[in-house]
């Protein structure tokens, strides 16, 4: 099984060098692509430094700061192009712990998408303030309803892929970017009939750096989730127009 970790930065210089042992530890046959944005705290420059010492870590590097979620289209389409057969995406700030590498790869060997989720039993988030709670899971609610999907973390980030959803999906016609992004991807694995599965994780607080989010990606997301609803009306309706055969 050949498998890649997709990791996005952007000024995670102090958080970095703690993941990249995390990870090289407890996946060791995994590698390793860091997709940074030209990070103004020199994270680019310590990922080469990295990547130069140990083969099995890449870095992808783009101009400019484009979203979370371009970055990740650029990361998961480089794995494909690669030919990789597995593909986890997780946050560089040590929010997703390594630790649950093992649960998710194994959960995959049955699963198309394995989502590491805080809404199931077991699982949760550590050292949020109760503001950041309610937003999360609010928002996870939110979209699950208008989209009637049977997912408790809808926005969570840690996410382990079989290469034949992503192929499905089609990344390059994936247009939201923040949070949206991760719903937006799930859906899409839904729609497309693939199997989902969500294992409990405990998601801890970034400690390093700085947080990225924004009132701009709340706001993108709820209206994204209407969008993605009408577009799913759309292709459902196409597949059940009746076919009339010419008399
Ligand atoms: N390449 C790239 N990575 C990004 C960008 N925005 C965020 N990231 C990375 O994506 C991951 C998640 O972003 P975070 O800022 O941690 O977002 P969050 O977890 O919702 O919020 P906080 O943890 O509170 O900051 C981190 O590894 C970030 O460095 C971006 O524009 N480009
Ligand atoms: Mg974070």
Redesign the pocket.
Known sequence: MSLLIV??????RD?LPLLIPGLRDTVPDAHILV???NSLDGTGALADEMAARDSAIQVLH?TT????G??YIAGLTWGLERGYQRLIQM???L?HDPQYLPAMLEASGAYDLVLGSRYVPGGGTLNWGWGRRVLSRGGSLYARTILALPIRDLTG?FKCWRRTVLEDIDLATVRSNG?SFQIEMTYRALLGGHSVTEIPIVFA??IE?????SKRIVVEAMGMVWKLRAQASAIRARKQAPVRSPR
């Open positions: 990791v996005p930065t952007y000024n995670e958080s997709v940074d944005d783009r700061k484009d979203g979370i371009r970055a946050d560089a700030d929010s980030g949070y607080d970034r750096g700085h947080s990225k989010m």
